[in-house]
């Protein structure tokens, strides 16, 4: 494949090879290798349309988490194709560049990630090809509006050229903003994130996220308590203004909520003041800021689902804290705060593992049936929380996978899909109490949230708990054949 710089950084002309004689020609459509050298990941989707001559469609993107690249060529008639870069750090932002694409000509265009694309049609019947490399996203929909003069696209021009007295254009495409009022600001840069409590569950599958999805190991800072201590405001403030992170995903926290009764103000020094200090530092950086909260701000009286805006009542030293915690991040316009509950990984203890070690010599299990919530898997929770990250619509969110069960039904199914047969005796939450003799911190009885927060912004929602603690599952088995290896 022969690649041709266009006037735009990152932008090119590609032209396959092509191969014939009189009878016809061969020509390979796309190689991996070949897409992975631009930056094309995969192929999520191909797309075709088909237009009448004169037909303007553009100049469209989609937003964040959803952007998207792609090779466009035309495989049927002829198009002059129009790209717009607006990732605003790039030495090219806000120009643009034509290019003709024929079924004869062999051409295909590149458009990376962060440009507006659109094309006018030369001929009837004009068939369009798409290669995509991510989901289409309705609710991301986004573009610029066709004629903005900052840009100056020569439209007259390629009209006059081509016999078109007027563009043909949908309703929505002729009330698209002007670059400069475009609210989406693209970086051609890669983001750089910092990771607090990277020891615990979900700080270790964030990372784990982060480079899965190929950012780099250089961009990515994941500290603990001996890397960067939270309540240290200096310590803080050096670690944030030495890196200088696009992103903090402040996962940093007290959770030990029994033991919070009784060490208040050394929950307080690190839920709060250790948040604060946080805050602080990303402000001064200008850094998003992606704070984790727990349903133990409600105080689990309501009926039915727990909205973000609903009042909150937190009962023990540690929703207090959390939610003082909430506070303060507040602080910084550019904040998200994701409330979760019953969150499970691989990196730490937590409920599915306790039930496990306890079904090794326990045949019958007390398990408490009036605490109703939603199961987390750390694996999903980091993939929306990147996505989310990405965006620019902050405020208060629930994040939490799919459905409700109380503890006694979730330890049912992971005792059902690890073949144990342990008995599970449903009890209530006092009736626990007074058979263990344990001491507990206020629990809330409803830790059902609502997530259609996540639906209005166009963030997919989590899968349901069954799925992800059955692929927990999965990984423990996987967990325990890679110990078993070592250990020979």
């Known amino acids: 494949m022969k690649k041709i710089e266009t006037n735009l950084k990152d932008c090119y002309i590609l032209e396959p090879d092509r191969f014939g004689d009189e009878r016809g020609y061969f020509s390979p459509y796309f190689i991996d290798k ?24 553009g100049l469209h ?33 806000g120009q643009y560049t034509t290019v003709k694409l024929t079924e004869d000509n062999n051409r295909q265009l590149f458009v990376p990630r962060g440009f507006a694309h659109g094309f006018i049609a030369l001929e009837d019947n004009t068939i369009f090809q798409y290669l995509i490399d991510n989901d289409y996203a309705p609710k991301m929909e986004a573009g610029i509006i066709w004629n903005d003069k900052d840009i100056n696209i020569n439209w007259d021009k390629i009209m006059k050229e081509n016999g078109i007295d007027k563009p043909i254009l949908s309703d929505k495409d002729q009330i698209h903003p002007s670059l400069k009022d ?75 909520v029994d033991k919070a009764e009784d060490m208040e103000d050394r929950v307080r020094s690190i839920n709060v003041d250790g948040t604060r200090n946080v805050v602080d530092a990303s402000v001064k950086v200008g850094a998003k800021i992606v704070y984790l909260s727990t349903d133990y701000v409600f105080d689990g009286t309501k009926d039915g689902l727990y909205e973000p805006d609903d009042e909150v009542n937190p009962k023990s030293v540690y929703g207090k804290t959390k939610f003082e915690g909430e506070e303060e991040v507040r602080k910084n316009p550019n ?41 987390t898997y750390t694996v999903d929770l980091s993939r ?18 799919e459905e409700y069960c109380s503890w006694a039904d979730f330890a049912k199914y992971i005792f ?73």
Not at 36 to 51: A, D, I, P, Y
Not at 232 to 243: G, I, L, P, T, Y
Not at 384 to 401: E, F, I, K, R
Request: hydrophobic share 35%; glycine share 4%.
């Open 182 to 256: 475009n609210p989406v600001k693209f970086k051609r840069e890669s983001c750089k994130y910092l990771i607090t409590g990277y020891n615990g569950q979900l700080g270790y599958d964030l990372k784990r996220e982060l480079l899965k999805r190929g950012v780099d190991k250089s961009n990515i800072l994941a500290t603990d308590i001996d890397d960067m201590d939270i309540t240290n405001k200096k310590q803080v403030e050096d670690v944030v203004s030495r890196f200088k992170p696009d992103v903090i995903f402040h996962c940093a926290a007290w959770t030990a």
């Open 61 to 93: 993107f989609q937003k964040n988490p959803k952007c998207q690249a792609k090779i466009v060529e035309v495989i049927k008639g002829s198009a002059v194709d129009v790209v717009v870069d607006l990732r605003v750090d790039s030495p090219t932002y």
């Open 384 to 401: 929306l929380l990147v996505d989310l990250s990405q965006t620019d619509n902050y405020g208060t969110y629930h994040v939490t996978n």
């Open 34 to 57: 070949n897409l992975e050298k631009l930056g094309f990941k995969k192929v999520v989707q191909t797309n075709r349309s088909k237009s009448s001559k004169g037909v303007l469609r």
């Open 416 to 488: 059902e899909i690890n073949h144990k047969r342990v008995k599970v005796n449903e009890v209530s939450t006092e009736e626990y109490l007074n058979i263990s003799g344990i001491k507990q911190a206020y629990r809330p009885r409803n830790s059902k949230l609502d997530k259609s927060k996540l639906d209005e912004i166009g963030i997919d929602r989590l899968p349901s708990w069954k799925d992800a603690t059955k692929r927990y599952c999965d990984e423990l088995e996987d967990e325990k054949v890679l110990v078993k290896r070592l250990n020979k």
């Open 335 to 375: 904040h998200f705060i994701a409330r979760i509950s019953w969150v499970f990984g691989i990196n730490g203890n937590n409920f599915i593992r306790t039930m496990l070690k306890l079904s090794e010599n326990h045949d019958e299990l007390n398990v408490v049936n009036d605490q109703i919530g939603s199961p």
